[in-house]
C-alpha cells in the first residue's frame, strides 16, 4: 500500500512570497497533520485536519495555513515567507484516533529554503 | 501546557553498548508511540503502547509504557551503527480533544 507523499521534496522561495505544499494520505486515513521541524526547535505542531475539519492547531502566525479535501489530501500554504520559515515540513497521517488509530504515518518532507 | 520531556537529548556511545532514552509527562496517555527519523527522512513508527505497564520487544528493542501511563522508556541492547537516530516518542493525549503531542526527542550516535 502506498505511504504517505509529499510534494514536492525541495523548494527555494524568496522572503515575502508563498508557498502551497502538497500531501496525500494513506488510503483510507483520514486524520492529516503538519509540523515543522527546525534544529533548533525540533518537531512543532502546525494543524491537523480530520474529515475535511480542523481539529487542531498549533501555536504558529496566521500565515501558515491549511485545508483538507474530501479525498483527505491536504495542502499547507504559507504567505509573506520569511528567513525563519526555513524548514523541512512533514506531513503525517493517521487512521482517526485511539489506540493504534493514533499511529502516524510520516511523508519524506518537504524540505523549504526562504533566500 | 501539556509536554513530552526525553532524556537524555544526545548520547554518543559505542557498539554494542546498552542503552535507554526516556519519555516522562505529567499528562496521561491513552496511547504511546515511539519514532526514529534518519537527516532528510519523515519519523518512522517503531511500536505503539496502550496499557500501562505494557513492555514490548522489536528485536534488540525493548519498550515499556509506565504503570500510570505517563511515561515510556526504550532500551537497546547491544547498539549497532545502524541504530543512530533521532528517537521520538509521542503520545495521544486522553481528554479527548485529539491531541497528540511529541516528545522533545533524544539524538543518538552509535561509533563502530
Known amino acids: 500500500k502506498a505511504g504517505v507523499t509529499q510534494t514536492p521534496r525541495y523548494l527555494i522561495k524568496t522572503r515575502g512570497q508563498q508557498v502551497t505544499l502538497s500531501c496525500s494520505p494513506i488510503?483510507?486515513?483520514?486524520?492529516v497533520s503538519w509540523y515543522q521541524q527546525t534544529p533548533g526547535q525540533g518537531l512543532q505542531f502546525l494543524f491537523e485536519y480530520f474529515s475535511e475539519t480542523q481539529r487542531n492547531k498549533g501555536n504558529f502566525p496566521g500565515r501558515f495555513s491549511g485545508r483538507q479535501f474530501s479525498n483527505s489530501r491536504s495542502e499547507m500554504n504559507v504567505s509573506t515567507l520569511e528567513l525563519g520559515d526555513s524548514a523541512l515540513y512533514l506531513c503525517?497521517?493517521?487512521?482517526?484516533?485511539?489506540?493504534?488509530?493514533?499511529?502516524?504515518?510520516f511523508g519524506q518532507g518537504t524540505r523549504l529554503t526562504v533566500v | 501546557t501539556q509536554l513530552l520531556e526525553q532524556s537524555p537529548q544526545f548520547l554518543s556511545i559505542q557498539e554494542g553498548e546498552n542503552l535507554t532514552v526516556y519519555c516522562n509527562s505529567s499528562?496521561?496517555?491513552?496511547?504511546l508511540q515511539w519514532y526514529r527519523q534518519e537527516p532528510g527522512e519523515g519519523p518512522v513508527l517503531l511500536v505503539t503502547v496502550v496499557t500501562g505497564g505494557e513492555v514490548k520487544k522489536l528485536k534488540r528493542l525493548t519498550f515499556q509504557f509506565g504503570d500510570a501511563r505517563k511515561d515510556s522508556s526504550l532500551h537497546i541492547t547491544a547498539a549497532q551503527p545502524g541504530d543512530t537516530g533521532l528517537y521520538l516518542c509521542a503520545g495521544a493525549l486522553t481528554s479527548g480533544t485529539y491531541k497528540y503531542i511529541f516528545g522533545t526527542g533524544t539524538r543518538l550516535k552509535v561509533l563502530a
Open positions: 488510503s483510507g486515513h483520514r486524520s
Open positions: 503525517a497521517s493517521s487512521r482517526g484516533w485511539g489506540g493504534s488509530n493514533t499511529e502516524a504515518f
Open positions: 499528562s496521561v496517555f491513552s496511547s
